[in-house]
């Protein structure tokens, strides 16, 4: 078994660190990231299969009296342009948002806080390393989605911005 250098256990530390952000109980603020976004924020997971637009996602109901399922593989949307600055995957309950312009990542899952509207609970990370708290509103728009990504505090991250599917990963649009 060979032994890795004493810098990468450093890297792989202040990546921990990175990650676990601070919260109630630590001396920090509460506001940090979390693992679980969904009770961070006291919502519940619900079927993504339910949302308006459900039809997007190719769900259907496995049998009888069964609740629907997303399809079986992701689905992708992004800009309307053959290169994109932006690109969403839902793939089942989980939703990943690239803002590749502004270095920014939202990886959430699908849930419901009180009697709010539905949307992705989760994390942003920005510049590879910063992470907070964020949902992530998805909502039908025409043919597509229109997405606003918003941090726990209530500030606009990203959008509205409006999305149509494509067929996969998206080229990238350089960034000015």
Excluded: H
Excluded at 46 to 75: I, K, M, Q
């Amino acid at each position: 078994m060979q032994k890795l250098a004493p810098s990468v256990w450093s890297l792989a530390a202040g990546v921990l660190l990175v990650l676990a952000g601070c919260g109630p109980g630590l001396g920090g603020t509460g506001t940090g990231a979390s693992d679980d976004a969904l009770s961070a924020y006291g919502a519940r997971e619900v079927p993504v299969c339910e949302a308006d637009f459900a039809d997007l996602l190719s769900c259907a109901a496995p049998s009888t009296g069964a609740a629907p399922l997303p399809a079986a593989s992701a689905r992708f949307f992004a800009e309307a342009t053959p290169a994109s600055r932006t690109l969403l995957e839902l793939d089942g309950q989980e939703a990943q948002l690239r803002l590749r312009c502004l270095d920014l990542v939202f990886i959430g899952s699908f849930g419901q806080a009180g009697s709010a509207p539905p949307r992705y609970y989760g994390n942003a990370i920005e510049g590879g390393s910063r992470v907070r708290l964020a949902t992530l509103v998805v909502e039908r728009s025409g043919a597509g989605l229109a997405v606003t990504l918003v941090d726990s505090f209530g500030r606009t991250l990203a959008g509205p911005q409006a999305l149509l599917p494509v067929a996969g990963v998206t080229s990238e649009a350089s960034c000015p």
